[in-house]
């Protein structure tokens, strides 16, 4: 076997992007970024995608991957993929295994990744737990899609007079001018999940430059985000010092950020945040080496030809 064969490509695909990292036999790497999932699609044309336009003939593909449902049913699709016909084994798990891996390793605690979806895992001393990460109709909140989808929602308050004037207003208005057809405009679009998700970041601004919706909408948001941790601590029972992580676009807003550990702290004090000690692309690449005896291992399809 030649050692492009021996080469592992390693999948991080989410919904605001999907990364990958081919690592070949002599150690060299070459990372490269692809279009997000698309939830509402099938996943394995999306991925198989992926993979013959990565390359490199690998041995070996782990994939962490938003939306996923049954993840010993993608491996073994994946595996018979004729764009993996030359792949010995494939290992496949939600992306909230791959961030956790990404950001704690082998520690005791939860993570919580927030972009246009959100989920956060937690891992004790017996088991791991899945907290949220339902997606955009059933669940996901404090993501980014339920920060925009919040934002539309007072937009079109203060526009028929329900709720108080905001400034989100004009950005709003910005996309749509006429806000009496902006809901059919929204509707009809084919990228409605991002197009709502990318109303989150002027939400973010606006709420650091004082603009009281956005910030009740931020503050909202890290609420559900620190919910989701102490409950993941709670069913795991983790340790009352264990870690916590929080990765994505949503943290990049410091009122978020900020007010999300206020409210971890208040139900666990002794909690302990850590920065990333990699991405959920390193997670990806970890995942190949997991043992079978670690907590995680449940949550993950770990195939092999023959």
């Known amino acids: 076997m030649s050692q492009e064969q021996r080469a592992l490509l390693a999948i991080d695909a989410g919904q605001t992007g999907i990364k990958t990292r081919l690592i070949r036999a002599d150690g060299t790497a070459t990372d490269a970024l692809f279009s997000g999932v698309l939830t509402d699609r099938p ?42 016909a030359g792949v010995r084994r494939v290992v496949v798990t939600h992306d909230s295994v791959t961030s956790f891996l990404g950001v704690l390793g082998d520690r005791y605690g939860a993570v919580v990744a927030a972009g246009t979806g959100v989920v956060t895992l937690g891992v004790g001393p017996e088991h791991s737990t899945r907290v949220d990460g339902w997606g955009y ?84 948001a890290a609420t559900e985000l620190a919910l989701a941790v102490t409950t993941a601590l709670r069913v795991t029972d983790a340790p009352d010092d264990a870690a916590v992580g929080a990765v994505g676009g949503v943290f990049g807003s410091d009122l978020i950020r900020a007010a999300f550990a206020d409210a971890v702290r208040a139900a666990r004090p002794d909690a302990r945040f850590v920065p990333p000690a990699g991405s959920g ?4 690449v970890s995942l ?3 043992g079978a005896q670690h907590p995680l291992r449940e949550r993950f399809a770990d195939l092999s030809r023959g």
């Open 137 to 220: 109709i059933m669940g996901d909140a404090g993501s980014g899609y339920w920060i925009g989808r919040s934002a539309l929602d007072a937009v079109m308050r203060a526009y028929d007079g329900r709720g108080p004037a905001t400034a989100l207003t004009a950005v709003v208005q910005d996309r749509w001018p006429d806000l009496d057809s902006a809901y059919t405009a929204l509707q009809a679009s084919e990228d409605r999940v991002r197009t709502v998700a990318s109303f989150a970041a002027p939400t973010a601004l606006l709420a650091a430059t004082g603009d009281e919706v956005a910030a009740g909408i931020c503050r909202a």
């Open 281 to 284: 692309l390193d997670g990806a």
């Open 43 to 84: 996943l394995l044309p999306q991925l198989a995608e992926v993979v013959a336009s990565a390359g490199g003939s690998p041995d070996t593909i782990t994939f962490g991957v938003s939306g996923l449902t049954d993840a010993d049913a993608e491996a073994s699709a994946l595996l018979a993929h004729p764009a993996l």
């Open 288 to 290: 190949a080496g997991l």
